[in-house]
């Protein structure tokens, strides 16, 4: 019912930068709160960043001061702008939608969470 898209993982050097891109199929992107997670090899999925629909964001304390969420309803689309990247940073990126279960646009959702197929996102030291 919900596709989420991400695209603009990979491969880059400690200090470098990489912009992800989450697209949502649908309508309810306006409506979501949507959120990026990161897991790394071995541990859980965390949160990274978050942006409500009135475009409230919410940083994980590492992410703080090197990380930029941000949303386009237009494009139905969230970014994470990351820079001055570490090697604890790398891990798979997943975007998050968020809302109440519930009627929208003529389609019942069952679900409150959605979530892509993730990213790879590598930093070397």
């Known amino acids: 019912q919900v596709q989420l898209v991400e695209s603009g993982g990979g491969l880059v050097q400690a200090g470098g930068s990489l912009r992800l891109s989450c697209a949502a199929s649908?309508?309810?992107?306006?409506?979501?709160?949507m959120g990026w997670y990161r897991q790394a090899p071995g541990s859980q999925r965390e949160l990274v960043a978050r942006?409500?629909?009135?475009?409230?964001?919410y940083y994980a304390d590492s992410a703080k001061g090197r990380f930029t969420i941000s949303r386009d309803n237009a494009k139905n689309t969230v970014y994470l702008q990351m820079n001055s990247l570490k090697p604890e940073d790398t891990g798979v990126y997943y975007c998050n939608a968020n809302f109440p279960p519930g009627w929208y646009s003529g389609r019942y959702y069952s679900k409150s969470d959605y979530w892509g197929q993730g990213t790879q996102v590598t930093v070397s030291s």
């Open positions: 649908g309508s309810i992107f306006s409506i979501s709160a």
């Open positions: 942006i409500t629909r009135g475009d409230t964001t």
